[in-house]
């Protein structure tokens, strides 16, 4: 009688089984063998024919799996199964591909070098672009639904100029908060100077004067204390104020002891509520305090405002617009001063002046470092068509000695996503770098002063699906390339190589070249655009000249002659601080602010209409 437990113990070998479970399931596949041949025998063969046949069913591929799967199912209790051996045994051929690769690349760490410097150069700054984007774009602010945060500007449509008017006088202000119909909710803020202490030593800051429910609105919640309620905003409230984070630090230490304390505020007792988180820097004030909306109040004209609403989810921009204009036309008849003879009208979100001048920059620039990824990409992929051209022989004897193709490519793809890691750490570390010297060579204003910017868990995500993205692209077609090699000709001591894989490097010189050239023609057209606006005349000398802005708190300074009197006392004084030459002052700054007014040049006939600005100044 054959003895089949001998071959089935060799087939189980693999799966690593327990010992009283490899002897259950060889007890069960041999009886099922013994069956089997005792079918065949009284079928009529032969007692040796019969037992080839049984071994030949053992031996088949299908047999093991099927039989395992038969057992599995009627002891559906025992935990080892085929695919879970399965799943072990690619673990195993995964963690050894890992461990080969890992000696391969220690022994050729010149190599190793080359590959992820190169690598980390094109991920570094790709990564420190996308986390600008990421930051800046994407994400700017940390107000709730900050996307759906939309305000209104009034366009002059007889000029070609792009700023307008988004500001309102009080009554038109509470017109368009409580009339219009694209809004969920509304707030307001006014930009204003106060002065903090006394007469002694005053500190002027930059005050945003919000409506009651601004912070309810905006949603961010307070680092200490509390934000602005809307019954801060009712006449013969207490006077309340909320600080900025930037402020809290500088000047006060980051003292929690301050809350609750009384200040002097344009000479008025105030108390401080609240202090605010350090992404929160609406409008970039210093600090924030309530603002009433009375309609019978005497200033009402002469009080402005910003309106911001939450657009309504149903709602998209350009409906909204349709909407505003038709609101917009029956306000023009009511407050005809405020609009001109043709205008239209502008719903724009959240940030749309800081962030929508730099989109087009970030996405060149984002567009440029992806080249730089390919170029990359490209030179590692020649350095490994370079080293598997010294591999031949390895390569073919591991195919010769029963290795399959797939387990060749897997292995070079395996070392190739580890040099993408190697790479994409390194790039971070470039990231982080390019950063900080990014952040600190940025003018102030450049970005939104809500935007954080750093590399956070979708900037790594990102970082690491374009190392696995480079590890396919320049690992598989050198893989390809490897294991389709004829396995005669690299054991021929003269054998002098592949032509295709020539032709692939010589391809991939050819793609980096023209890459080169395209990324240095367009460097180079920034570069000269970037001279040629610097050599514009801008009709004044602005060498040596150092400006700053000063507002008059208007509580302190009533009337135009009490502001006079401030500036004469003021420039003298300036004046005489040593290496100042000269002092002047004037409304605003020229060639971007001003009032603007229509002109006419005498002797000149012109169809079109003439807009220029007006500022006045000391003479």
């Avoid at 070392?415 to 950063?435: K, Q, W």
Wanted: with cysteine; proline share 5%.
């Amino acid at each position: 009688m054959p003895d089949w437990k001998e071959d089935i113990t060799r087939r189980l070998a693999s799966l690593k089984l327990t010992p009283v479970r490899e002897a259950e399931i060889t007890e069960e596949m041999a009886q099922h063998l013994e069956d089997r041949y005792k079918e065949l025998f009284s079928g009529g063969l032969v007692e040796d024919e019969a037992r080839r046949l049984a071994v030949e069913e053992l031996r088949d591929a299908d047999f093991l799996e099927k039989e395992l799967r038969r057992i599995e199912h009627e002891r559906p209790q025992e935990p080892i199964v085929l695919g879970y051996a399965t799943a072990c045994n690619f673990l195993a051929s995964l963690w050894q591909d890992i461990r080969y690769g890992l000696r391969t690349m220690f022994k050729d760490r010149g190599f190793v070098v080359a590959a992820v410097l190169a690598l980390a150069l094109g991920i570094g700054s790709c990564t420190a672009i996308f986390s600008v984007i990421d930051n800046v774009l994407l994400d700017p602010f940390p107000y709730v639904d900050s996307h759906r945060i939309f305000s209104i500007r009034i366009h002059d449509g007889a000029t070609s100029e792009e700023e307008g008017r988004n500001y309102f006088s009080l009554p038109e202000f509470l017109d368009y908060q409580e009339q219009n119909h694209i809004f969920d909710t509304t707030m307001g803020v006014w930009e204003e100077t106060v002065l903090m202490g006394s007469s002694g030593a005053l500190e002027p800051l930059d005050t945003d004067m919000v409506t009651g429910n601004a912070f309810e609105f905006l949603g961010v919640a307070p680092l200490v204390g509390r934000g602005i309620l809307p019954r801060d905003a009712q006449p013969g409230a207490t006077s309340v104020f909320v600080l900025s984070y930037k402020v809290w630090v500088k000047r006060f230490g980051m003292d929690r002891a301050i809350i609750g304390k009384t200040f002097l505020l344009n000479d008025k007792p105030t108390t401080l509520v609240g202090i605010m988180p350090p992404r929160f820097a609406f409008w970039g004030g210093d600090i924030w305090m309530p603002a009433s909306l009375d309609r019978a109040d005497a200033d009402a004209s002469r009080r402005y405002f910003v309106l911001y609403g939450r657009l309504k989810p149903s709602l998209d921009p350009k409906a909204a617009e349709a909407e505003v204009r038709i609101l917009a036309g029956r306000f023009a008849n009511i407050y005809r001063g405020q609009y001109p003879k043709q205008f239209d009208v502008h719903v724009e979100p959240l940030g749309v002046k800081v962030v929508g001048r730099t989109s087009h920059t970030l996405y060149t620039l984002l567009a440029a470092v992806g080249l730089l990824l390919l170029i990359a990409c490209a030179n590692v992929a020649n350095l490994l068509l370079a080293k598997a051209s010294t591999r031949e022989k390895e390569l073919v004897l591991r195919l010769a000695l029963g290795a399959s193709r797939a387990r060749i490519i897997r292995q070079l793809i395996v070392e190739s996503a580890l040099l993408a890691l190697a790479g994409a750490a390194v790039g971070c570390l470039f990231a982080l770098a390019e950063l900080r010297g990014l952040i600190a060579l940025l003018p102030q204003f450049t970005f939104p002063d809500e935007a954080v910017i750093r590399e956070n868990t979708p900037v790594l995500l990102a970082t690491l699906a374009i190392a696995m993205l480079t590890a396919v692209i320049f690992g598989l077609a050198p893989a390809l390339a490897a294991s389709r090699r004829d396995l005669n000709e690299p054991l021929k001591a003269t054998s002098r190589g592949s032509t295709r894989r020539s032709r692939l490097r010589f391809m991939l010189v050819i793609s980096e070249v023209a890459l080169s050239f395209f990324l240095l023609t367009g460097a180079g057209l920034l570069m000269r655009s970037f001279f040629l606006e610097r050599a514009v005349a801008l009709g004044i000398q602005p060498d040596h000249v150092l400006l700053t802005g000063l507002d008059l708190p208007l509580k302190r300074y009533k009337g135009t002659e009490s502001q006079v009197r401030f500036v004469r006392e003021l420039l003298p004084r300036v004046g005489s601080v040593p290496g100042v030459v000269s002092a002047a002052a004037a409304l605003d700054s020229l060639p971007r602010g001003g009032m603007g007014t229509d002109f006419d040049v005498a002797g000149v006939t012109h169809s079109e209409r003439w807009t220029g600005d007006i500022v006045p100044c000391t003479w």
